[in-house]
């Protein structure tokens, strides 16, 4: 320090007393400061103007600090010295200059001169420490020869700070800095409580908070409006700053309190908080102690309460409009987890180096599965681990023995937490909570870095086994787990050998959960909801690599023991059900295995694999789809052989008015089952399904024509009856025809398009085993309702008809044709009625999955309808008979006498009109 305070005059150097090599000196120009540490060298640092050449710039003083290489520590003083730095190569820019929260950010760097080692640095308002930025979610880097672009999309509070870029050039490391500020918003500031009703008739007092995150840009904080006797007090954290009113005499009206926010220059941020007065007649929910202490709240308002002691959220209840407590919703979460979660979520945007952080996190995983506590904890750390096997996978990191023992011990854990009372709140809240871990598992598994193969771990609720295979391995792969029941699972040598093998080698890797299966939900894929399925305890997850790429098809022979029953061999999908996943059994195949208790199933592709047990059986799907098919092309070739004998006969049939309009919806409820049975059988030869752009109308289109051919059989029915009661009035053509074709058209089109709104919206419209409508959802009642209404009013009908045969009037009775045609209406409805609504009752019967029975009689029945019109309502009508016979012979046949007594019996019993 003496060298540098002193000012030296260029006499000062001819003194004797210095060396010979210094009297010459004319100037002295200091460029390095070094300080002796105990025992580590040599602290050393460039003044103003120099800096250390990056040949020598390792080693740095303090890593963390923003000029890693400003200070170095030398072992010795003379190994080197800063030198004087050139001019500045580069220039760094930001646009916008102010970036709004949600908007995209861009840092520019223009170079002069070539730049080497080029990296990005974000020194947030949380953090002191610089962080390393890397491509992510957020953040996207584009380098050209003369420039390099940092990009940051959606942008928030976690991207303001210091942002610096490292680069070398001309021989010297160098670092340029830029400052972002966001403006806050709305949604960064939390109001509590976010609405609150007092009652002034016992009142002490009351206290609005509104807290928001530290900023490099400077808020003035300030509640409006100003209340006489209320005191404002603003405290403040590392992280956040909170204001408080604290209010102390009771308002006279409802006030609307406001948390206001200015930065100069800036727009304000206002955060409302409403104050309602509860009134002498004012419905309110009572003071309660269930879960907290919930004071006296008006109806329709929301009751807070703060989280405990290091939680984060807000403890909330509703109150009734009868002034009844709904359920409590706590969201409250252990702020270890919240940390750990937005750590996360930082890495997986692009704040952080993977290799180096996600050893880290999940080093704390067991450690805070220890401090799950409630749903909300589950979930937040459930989240955590499915962002890591994402930062993971995305990164393609490697894991090394310790960090996927770590993971696979909390996972462990958290198989043992309590199913009832934390893990099915969780699931009711997020339906894909478990379903994470398993893909978290899966994607995990299989990133163990190839050094450290084999690797075995075996653990109360997970057992891991890896190896690592040259593509001249001769034998087979082949494990076994000492699982209760156990389980097997072998790749044949001929399978291994018709993979890629790209890298030489390919990592093979077999874990086994337990208790998974009972925390997964009971979601089934295609062809396994109408089996009544015991869920699975033990599930095998199997993957392979060949580098970094994942091998996705190989067939692959498993053995579980144990099985009982029906047994079915599933994975699981985790595409099904909107990504809360489903068993599946597509591309897998069931056998008997060597022992009565043990199934072997042959998979041709890799992910995680169980068995289902089923008490019972539904008859094999092809089977039943040939019924169908055949079934329907019998009905489609009978109803078209039904409309030409309709329109050789038309005229003959339809003498009088009740013949008229029973052929009319007799001729409809044809033309609605053909195309209906038509849309049907297409679907069913071209495999439509679910997510095919032809199986939503396809669906409707066969909704609306079955449904318009039972509305036209209730206006069969219809016609009957009012003859029946009204013996005398004269049905109008003028006034019944438009009355049939809006009860047989208009009416299941306002049923079809109703549920069309209802359930499209929500996902619920299609069946995901077909096209047809779900039963899950309610959208098949839409249907069936109407179906069992109109067969019950058909068989209301039918009795009052066969009771007015049974017991006639000498006074009532159409003529002979007339009465003819109602004896064919009640033919028909006698016939066709019970065969209709038989076939639709079965297909409620086949719920029942103890017998098979019914799935055969409802298949065979249902697509052969169009074969029972045209025999029963059409080929065994008298008229048709006649007519047909008078037009292809031209003889009318003699008529029995059995035949005129009957005629003549019915026509002394109605008389004639």
């Known amino acids: 320090m003496e060298v540098l305070e002193k000012t030296w005059a260029p006499s000062s150097f001819s003194n004797p007393a210095l060396p010979p090599s210094l009297r010459h000196l004319i100037a002295i120009s200091l460029t390095t400061e070094c300080a002796a540490k105990h025992g580590e060298g040599f602290k050393c640092s460039c003044l103003p103007g120099h800096g250390w050449n990056a040949s020598i710039c390792h080693n740095p003083c303090d890593d963390s600090s923003f000029y890693p290489c400003n200070c170095i520590i030398l072992h010795h003083p003379n190994i080197g010295y800063c030198q004087l730095l050139p001019p500045v190569p580069a220039n760094l820019s930001l646009n916008p200059a102010l970036p709004s929260p949600g908007s995209n950010l861009t840092l520019v760097m223009l170079l002069s001169h070539e730049a080497t080692q080029l990296s990005w640095y974000l020194q947030s308002v949380k953090n002191e420490t610089p962080v390393m930025l890397q491509s992510g979610t957020q953040v996207s880097f584009t380098a050209m020869k003369d420039q390099a672009v940092l990009t940051i999309t959606n942008v928030s509070q976690d991207w303001a700070g210091w942002y610096a870029c490292r680069f070398v050039s001309r021989g010297f490391p160098w670092e340029l800095r830029k400052l972002v500020e966001v403006p806050l918003q709305a949604n960064d500031v939390l109001p509590h409580p976010k609405q609150l009703s007092i009652s002034c008739n016992a009142f002490s007092g009351f206290q609005l908070r509104c807290c928001f995150p530290s900023t490099n840009l400077a808020y003035a904080a300030s509640w409006s409006p100003p209340y006489p006797s209320s005191t404002t007090v603003l405290s403040r954290t590392s992280e956040t700053q909170c204001l408080t009113l604290a209010v102390s005499s009771c308002p006279e009206n409802d006030t609307n309190y406001t948390c206001k ?127 890591l096997a994402q930062v993971v996978t995305r990164a393609r990191t490697e894991l090394n023995r310790k960090t996927l023992e770590d993971f696979l011990k909390a996972t462990n854990d958290l198989l043992e937490l309590d199913p009832n009372s934390i893990w099915a709140p969780a699931q009711a809240r997020m339906p894909s909570v478990s379903s994470a871990i398993l893909q978290a598992v899966e994607s995990l598994g299989q990133s163990l870095c190839s050094n ?67 925390i997964l939900p009971m979601n089934y894929g295609k062809g396994l909801r109408d089996l009544l399925n015991a869920t699975p305890g033990l599930v095998l997850s199997n993957s392979i690599k060949d580098g970094n790429q994942t091998v996705r098809k190989v067939e692959i022979i498993m053995d579980f023991g144990g099985t009982e029953g029906i047994p079915t061999c599933v994975f699981w999908d985790h595409n099904l059900f909107q990504g809360a996943g489903a068993w599946s059994k597509e591309g897998c195949e069931t056998r008997v295995g060597n022992t009565s208790s043990t199934t072997q199933c042959i998979c041709l ?180 309702g109407p179906v069992l209404v109109i067969v019950g009013v058909n068989g209301l009908v039918l009795a ?9 009037s000498l006074s009532e009775g159409p003529q002979t044709e007339k009465r003819q045609a109602l004896l064919g209406v009640i033919k028909a409805l006698f016939i066709l009625m019970p065969i209709f609504g038989l076939t639709w009752l079965l297909g409620l019967a086949t719920l029942d999955r103890g017998s098979n029975i019914p799935h055969y009689l409802f298949t065979i029945l249902n ?51």
């Open 605 to 784: 592709h890799l992910t995680s694999f169980s068995v289902l047990m089923s008490p019972h059986s539904v008859p094999d799907n092809l089977t039943l789809t040939l019924l169908t098919q055949v079934g329907l092309g019998a009905s489609i070739l009978a109803l078209l052989l039904c409309l030409g004998v309709y329109r050789v006969v038309w005229r003959t049939v339809v003498r009088n008015k009740i013949s008229y309009f029973r052929h009319v919806a007799l001729l409809n409820v044809v033309l609605c089952l053909l195309v209906a049975d038509t849309l049907f059988l297409g679907e069913s030869l071209l495999s439509l399904g679910p997510h095919s752009p032809l199986c939503l109308p396809a669906t409707f289109l066969c909704h609306f024509f079955y449904l318009a051919a039972f509305f036209w059989m209730l206006a069969h029915a219809l016609v009957l009856a009012h003859q029946l009661l009204f013996v005398f009035h004269q049905l109008s053509k003028r006034y019944v025809l438009p009355i049939m074709f809006v009860l047989g058209y208009l009416c299941p089109l306002g049923f079809v398009g109703t549920t069309l709104g209802l359930y499209l919206p929500q996902g619920q419209y299609l069946w995901e085993d077909g096209c047809w409508l779900d039963g899950k959802s309610g959208a098949i009642y839409t249907f069936m």
């Open 452 to 518: 450290d193969y084999p690797f075995y771990l075996t653990l109360p609720n997970v057992q891991l086994q890896t190896q690592l295979l040259g593509p001249m391995t001769p034998e087979d792969y082949s494990i076994s787990f000492s699982t209760h029941p156990p389980i097997r699972a072998k790749i044949s040598h001929h399978a291994l050998a018709q993979l890629p093998w790209k890298t030489g080698n390919i990592s093979i890797t077999s874990i086994v959960l337990s208790k998974l299966g009972h």
């Open 800 to 808: 009052m008809a066969v009771v007015k045969l049974l017991r006639p």
């Open 261 to 387: 926010l200015q930065s100069p220059g800036l727009d304000p941020v206002s955060i409302p908080i409403s104050v309602s007065i509860i009134r002498d007649r004012d419905t309110t929910c009572p003071q309660d102690s269930l879960g907290g202490d919930w004071t006296v709240t008006k109806a329709g308002y929301v009751a807070q309460i703060p989280c405990p002691m290091n939680r984060i959220g807000m403890v909330e209840r509703h109150c009734g409009a009868k002034g009844i407590w709904g359920p409590i919703k706590n969201s409250c979460t252990d702020m270890r987890l919240v940390a750990m979660f937005r750590t996360a979520q930082l890495l997986l945007a692009g704040q952080g180096k993977p290799k180096g952080k996600v050893p880290q996190l999940v080093k704390q995983l067991q450690k805070q599965v220890a401090a799950v506590s409630s749903p909300s904890d589950l979930l937040a750390l459930v989240d955590t681990v499915n962002i």
């Open 863 to 913: 697509s052969t309808q169009g074969v029972f019109i045209l025999l029963f309502g059409c080929l065994m009508d008298k008229k048709v008979q006649e007519a047909l016979l008078k037009h292809f012979c031209c003889v009318l046949p003699a008529v029995s006498s059995v035949s005129l007594q009957a005629t003549n019996a019915m026509s002394d019993l109605e008389s004639s009109k």
